[in-house]
């Protein structure tokens, strides 16, 4: 458990300690060792939040990332990665750093929001198609014009050919 605890990751603490992953497994979901199923949860939460604690550093601290040109190394920089300080901000503080605050997981057919927000897309939908509608009667009306044009001539051409057979 110490050493599932210290990482996080069953497979790290099995080689550890020297045990099979299957033989922890068994052990953990062995009847009597609730005990064992328990503290192994702990553990793992435990070692979850030493890799939060890892990418929260990463995020604020940053890394450093070589500049290379033409296989010569010309310095370092700095790489501050924004967007895994967002993610964690938004998990760790969701009601602060959510948009709005809302919670868009709960978001589902039914719910308020979810259903006044499919309201406004479908209002806003119908208004964007009843504008577009004339443009695209008249694309429709003047390709079928052309059409009609195009197999007059077609016609005219065909008659003038049987015509000129006679």
Not at 39 to 51: H, P
Not at 77 to 102: E, I, S, V
Request: net charge positive; hydrophobic share 40%; glycine share 8%.
């Amino acid at each position: 458990i110490a050493a599932l605890a210290a990482t996080g990751i069953v497979t790290q603490a099995a080689r550890e300690i020297g045990a099979s992953l299957e033989a922890l497994y068994a052990l953990r979901h062995r009847k009597g060792a609730e005990g064992f199923s328990a503290a192994w949860e702990e553990a793992i939460d435990r070692g979850i939040s030493r890799l939060e604690d890892c990418a929260l550093e990463r995020a604020i601290v940053g890394e450093e990332r070589p500049v290379v040109s033409h296989g010569k190394l010309l310095g370092h920089w700095q790489h501050y990665d924004t967007q895994l300080l967002t993610f964690l901000l938004r998990q760790r503080r969701p009601k602060r750093w959510n948009a709005g605050g809302a919670h868009f997981a709960n978001l589902k057919p039914g719910h308020p929001v979810y259903e006044r927000l499919k309201r406004e897309w479908q209002i806003e939908t119908e208004k964007i198609a009843a504008a577009k509608r004339p443009a695209i009667q008249a694309s429709v009306h003047a390709k079928v014009e052309a059409m009609a044009r195009h197999r007059l001539a077609e016609l005219i051409k065909e008659k003038e050919l049987e015509e000129g057979e006679e």
